[in-house]
């Protein structure tokens, strides 16, 4: 049984020449405010149970990288099994913060009464976080999706939407992190 889960992604525009209006300390500033929002989203959401399991995916392009290879600690990720809830699960897109080269994606899943509960204090309207029913896996399916319900969290940063390849996709061994306090 989950109870929250969340996702960082970093990625990388295929644009090889690199000219952005944004200095580094405004891309540090809003990686710093991304991660604070993430931080006060959990503590909002409540404690995790003491039987956590950590999982991580390594997502990256097959146009650059060799079909058998595989990162260290990682394995080929054959069956992306669904989460499992008490609820319905909904995937947040809590923020993007984008060099117009990298970026960095933050998503936490959780059960919908869980961000229906916390009411209307972490939402703004006209931001660009959204909410997607779980079992969208990959950033692909959930912009295709057209049923996705939308809830806007405070100071989000616009998306830069840029070209998509295909990527291959690892994962780890489950950690469980026991003897939480």
């Known amino acids: ?57 390594l997502h990256y392009y097959n146009a650059v990288t060799p079909h058998d290879y595989q990162p260290p600690g990682f394995k080929e990720d054959v069956n992306s099994p669904f989460l499992l809830f008490d609820g319905e699960p909904i995937n947040l897109q809590v923020g993007l913060v984008s060099t117009g080269f990298h970026s960095m994606k933050v998503k936490v899943t959780t059960e919908t009464a869980r961000v229906y509960d916390l009411g209307n204090d972490l939402f703004q309207e006209n931001s660009t976080t959204e909410i997607a029913h779980q079992g969208l896996d990959c950033d692909e399916e959930e912009e295709d999706n057209h049923h996705v319900r939308r809830i806007n969290f405070e100071c989000s940063q616009q998306s830069s939407e840029s070209t998509r390849k295909k990527r291959k996709i690892s994962e780890p061994v489950n950690v469980v992190i026991s003897n939480r306090k």
């Open 1 to 57: 049984m989950i109870e929250k889960y969340a996702t960082f992604s970093c990625g990388y525009s295929s644009n090889t020449s690199f000219e952005s209006g944004i200095n580094s300390e405004d891309i540090k500033k809003a990686s710093v405010l991304l991660i604070r929002k993430l931080y006060v989203l959990m503590q909002n959401l409540g404690p995790l149970p003491n039987d956590v399991i950590l999982t991580m995916k």
